[in-house]
């Protein structure tokens, strides 16, 4: 692990020893890296689960991920052990269309995506073309088909015709996998779209912007100073609940380190600082 300076160390100290002493109203969860690291499910999530909603708080997922729809996420969950409803999953397929929806239904989008924001956008009757004469928005997600012909087409639209701006699904830059692999997610894409037609990226679906955080807490029903955020990513997950208002629990069972609050600015730290998410339920403090 990377020395840390002797201030930062004591901090660290300080959150890494403080534990929840109360049960919030609600929790807003990560997916990947928190609940669960690939295919496999990380040790005490599904007890912490069941000990929260019988202690009446509710729970959502929350995800960057915008290659899977709400429906794949609760067949991964019930099958990894975590009743899961539909209502309980938020991911950037549904803030991209409920954004749109509310604020250009009648835009012609032309996505930069793979098949589940494609479909959530056809069932949501929102128009989708790659002529660039008449795209309105761009949308720049996590697109393992992007190409060239993808890009021409954004500038096209962009740069040439004037048109149309450019907005993305989440900033990712990577999406992590077990092993310490990865692949280049959606950040990617903007930047290529940013770079060739020197616009900027307007609107961001995903954590850490308020669209994702603003559309859970209205499903919920639940005050920010009474949620929990809980994730493993610092730039997202926890920079989303500071800005919220909201407690926050950083899960060091993903992407993040211990050794990363050092670069980060202190005033976007976690109020919690997890080896163990299982640890996150009052109960199991020591």
């Known amino acids: 692990m990377t020395e840390l300076s002797f201030a930062a160390a004591e901090t660290v100290a300080e959150l890494g020893g403080a534990l929840p002493d109360e049960v919030f109203d609600a929790y807003l969860f990560d997916l990947d890296g928190t609940i669960y690291l690939g295919s496999e499910l990380l040790p005490g999530a599904s007890q912490l689960i069941e000990n929260l909603r019988l202690a009446g708080a509710k729970t959502i997922f929350l995800s960057n991920n915008p290659t899977r729809d709400p429906d794949m996420y609760v067949r991964k969950l019930n099958d990894l052990g975590i009743p899961t409803k539909r209502e309980e999953i ?118 850490p912007d308020s669209t994702m955080i603003e559309t859970a807490l209205a499903e919920i029903g639940v005050a920010a100073q009474r949620t929990i955020m809980v994730g493993d990513r610092l730039e997202t997950d926890v920079r989303m609940a500071v800005n919220a208002g909201m407690k926050s629990a950083l899960v060091l069972t993903g992407d993040s380190k211990l050794e990363d609050l050092e670069s980060t600015d202190r005033a976007f730290w976690p109020t919690f600082v997890l080896q163990n998410i299982a640890t996150l339920y009052p109960e199991t403090k020591e």
Request: net charge negative; glycine share 6%.
């Open 90 to 207: 938020l991911n950037t397929v549904v803030t991209t269309v409920l954004w749109l929806k509310q604020n250009h239904p009648d835009a012609v989008v032309f996505p930069i995506a793979e098949e589940p924001l494609i479909n959530a956008l056809v069932r949501a009757g929102i128009k989708i073309s790659s002529d660039p004469t008449e795209i309105d928005i761009v949308i720049a997600s996590y697109d393992r088909t992007f190409d060239y012909a993808k890009l021409q087409i954004a500038f096209d639209a962009i740069w040439q015709h004037k048109r149309a701006f450019l907005i993305t699904t989440n900033p990712d830059r990577y999406c992590p996998f077990p092993g310490g692999r990865g692949e280049p997610d959606a950040a990617g894409i903007v930047a290529a779209i940013e770079a060739t037609t020197g616009t900027k990226c307007v609107a961001n679906m995903g954590k």
